[in-house]
């Protein structure tokens, strides 16, 4: 079955670190860029960040750049997105996502089911 | 960045209504707008690729339009599934983002 299934998420203390997980399944992930998309409790999504199909290029939203790192094992089909520094505005369900390509443009065809992370005191 | 801004945030409408959502983006990103259906506790689900194109195994109702900086999405006949949440996205550049979200509830 194709399928993304991430995991990780939890309760974290503000300054805190989290590392989330993305595991991929059904599908060649090494040809695939993936992507962290999150939505906090009640709001819209937001892009988070993206990595490249080896790993070399990686792009962030400007509010996680220096905090978060987008990072892949090819080998174990995978994507992660470690959260360092995390606070209150970092608390949402975090979704990654296949972008697939259909000549000239891209979407999100698959997704996985998200986690949720929560930083509180 | 390249911001994206939905209209209205929020719509009522009936079964069997024509209901059309706006999407305009800050500058120009061609026909690179994505539109997604979200219900609640579900993660997206693409409906319309390059402004235009409907993905396989979506209702023909749904129907996108727009170029440049003026997008729309339209649903030709509201059926009960249809209540949910909508989302524009701009694959153009980085950072990516998506609109607000509109959110359609039953009249």
């Given amino acids: 079955e194709v399928q993304l299934v991430a995991s990780g998420g939890g309760l974290v203390q503000p300054g805190g670190s989290l590392r989330l997980s993305c595991a991929a399944s059904g599908f060649t992930f090494s040809h695939y860029w993936m992507h962290w998309v999150r939505q906090a409790p009640g709001k819209g999504l937001e892009w988070v960040a993206n990595i490249n199909p080896d790993g070399s290029q990686r792009k962030y939203v400007d509010s996680v750049k220096g905090r978060f790192t987008i990072s892949r094992d090819n080998d174990k089909n995978s994507v992660y997105l470690q959260m360092d520094s995390l606070g209150v505005e970092d608390t949402a369900v975090y979704f990654c996502a296949r972008p697939s390509v259909a000549g000239i443009y891209w979407y999100y065809d698959l997704w996985g089911r998200g986690t949720l992370v929560t930083v509180s005191s | ?107």
């Fill in chain 2, 1 to 107: 960045d390249i911001q994206m801004t939905q209209a209205p945030s929020s719509l009522s409408a009936s079964v069997g209504d024509r209901v059309t959502i706006t999407c305009r983006a800050s500058q120009s990103i061609s026909t690179d707008l994505n539109w997604y259906q979200q219900k609640v506790g579900k993660a997206p689900k693409l409906l319309i690729f390059g402004a235009s194109s409907l993905q396989s195994g979506v209702p023909s109702r749904f129907s996108g339009s727009g170029s440049g900086t003026e997008f729309t999405l339209t649903i030709s006949s509201l059926q009960p599934e249809d209540f949910a949440t909508y989302y524009c996205h701009q694959s153009y550049t980085t950072p990516y983002p998506f609109g607000q979200g509109t959110k359609l509830e039953i009249k």
